[in-house]
């Protein structure tokens, strides 16, 4: 069983930043990949990031790459999703998930273990 927490989310004006987080527990989640993704008000979930806890490799879906930048602290058991220069479409509930396998950028909300609860993201123009 893998438990995960975020936190972070906000208001913020177009052209800010953000960092979210996400605390993972359990006996196995450094076995895992730690996704990002995110649900805007009447779209379906998509995919942001994806660290893998034991490699660090880390991929984006091209929508954020170059603004956003996943990382982890292993210290602390948290992934973290710096957010800049954020654009009013970036608005979403962002969501993080464990997988047990590292998908790169083909992860799919069916395929994830283990979810947050979710943290909100407003981008004002």
């Known amino acids: 069983q893998v438990q995960l927490v975020e936190s972070g989310g906000g208001l913020v004006q177009a052209g800010g930043s953000l960092r979210l987080s996400c605390v993972a527990s359990?006996?196995?989640?450094?076995?895992?990949?730690i996704n990002w993704f995110r649900q805007a008000p009447g779209k379906d979930r998509e995919f942001v990031a994806v660290?893998?806890?034991?490699?660090?490799?880390?991929y984006y879906a091209d929508s954020v790459k170059g603004r956003f930048t996943i990382s982890r602290d292993n210290a602390k058991n948290t992934v973290y999703l710096q957010m800049n220069s954020l654009k009013p479409e970036d608005t979403a509930v962002y969501y993080c998930?464990?997988?047990?396998?590292?998908?790169?950028?083909?992860?799919?909300?069916?395929?994830?273990?283990?979810w947050g609860k979710g943290t909100p993201v407003t981008v004002s123009s």
């Open positions: 998930a464990a997988d047990s396998a590292l998908r790169r950028t083909y992860s799919r909300p069916g395929d994830m273990d283990y």
């Open positions: 359990g006996r196995t989640f450094r076995s895992f990949a």
């Open positions: 660290i893998s806890w034991s490699s660090g490799n880390t």
